[in-house]
């Protein structure tokens, strides 16, 4: 509500459109009628606007009453140790508490992004889409948990100047969580429901599993490939040249035969 | 023209298998470090084809009468590819230097 001049007469302004009944007001009645019906209009329209107000949050807040408890994890519980957090889901309300969408048009929906706490501190982020109540988040975050931990997500909307708000969502009662399993977190405020996945560490088979597999598969084919090519990838060495022999007498040409007109001799030699 | 003539490695099947295993493996390991294949697949086929190129090699190593550089250093470029996923300028310098070593030995 600003205040609007006609002339010398400043009276509050009510709405748009207003100004033409009140210059005919200060016209017709004066400037302090004018102003009367000006305060009079404007209490009229807060009234109603604080009603709209409680009628909203009272809305909202039956919505937030009427969402379904998650359901407690059935995990078989951690113990202390270093774990990973790898996913999050989070679903917000479409609508701030007041019942109006998060952002101007267009783009309406909530620009999401959660902050990760454990025990209270932040211990990593997710920016997940724009646009969107659903968020889904994959993450390798490690993080040192105790057997009284507690895990929580501050989730906002993300806007230019000042961030909004959304809710919070938490999981707590360690002795109840599991790994590579979904364990609903306690939403509040807007938020719908919430989720998160711890993992153990990875072990060495974990981190090179891929690896492992395709050098077996690699060396596998290799070995294959040459056990049924063989002949032709593994010719068997060339057997040595026969050594020369005496077209005559068969003898061997070498050290004890020089030439073959030498047959004769060696015939005698062996006679 | 080779100046070995018959004995150049392309007339050496397990050798230009190991060759051409090896000269793949180094193309999906610059896919790999480029991030074109992301895990799990593009480390998988870089290990895979490294470890094919070096069973050819030791096949050939094995059966070969006589063992010359061109057998280490194509067990140096598996070697190399092995190990670019951790060390990326070693290996990639090695890998480098063990296919100049071979190239001058062939031509």
Partial sequence: MYPASHGRCYVRSVSSGWHVAVTTIVALCGCKAAREYAEKRYDERRTVEKAEERAAEDRAAKQEADRPPPPKPNGPGITAGTYRITNIRVAAFATTRKDKPWDDAPGEEPDLAVKIRLDGDTVGTCRPNDNAVNAHCTLDLEVELRESSELSLEVVDRDTLVDDPIGTATLTDPSTWGTRMELPMVPASRIRSASIVIATPPTWWDLHRSRMIGLCAGIGLAISVVGLFRRSLMPPPPAPAPLPRCSHCRALLGDSLAKCSECGAVQKVHA | ?107
């Fill in chain 2, 1 to 107: 023209m080779s100046k070995h003539g018959d004995t150049a490695i392309w007339h050496v099947p397990l050798l230009v298998l190991a060759g051409i295993s090896a000269i793949a493996g180094i193309a999906v390991a610059i896919a790999v470090w480029q991030g074109a294949l992301p895990e799990p697949w593009g480390p998988g086929v870089q290990w895979g084809l490294a470890g094919a190129s070096a069973t050819f090699t030791l096949a050939r190593i094995i059966h070969a009468r006589s063992v010359g550089r061109r057998e280490l250093e194509l067990v140096v470029i598996a070697a190399g590819v092995f190990l670019s996923q951790y060390m990326l300028t070693i290996a990639g310098a090695v890998i480098v230097v063990a296919i100049i070593a071979l190239v001058l030995d062939e031509l």
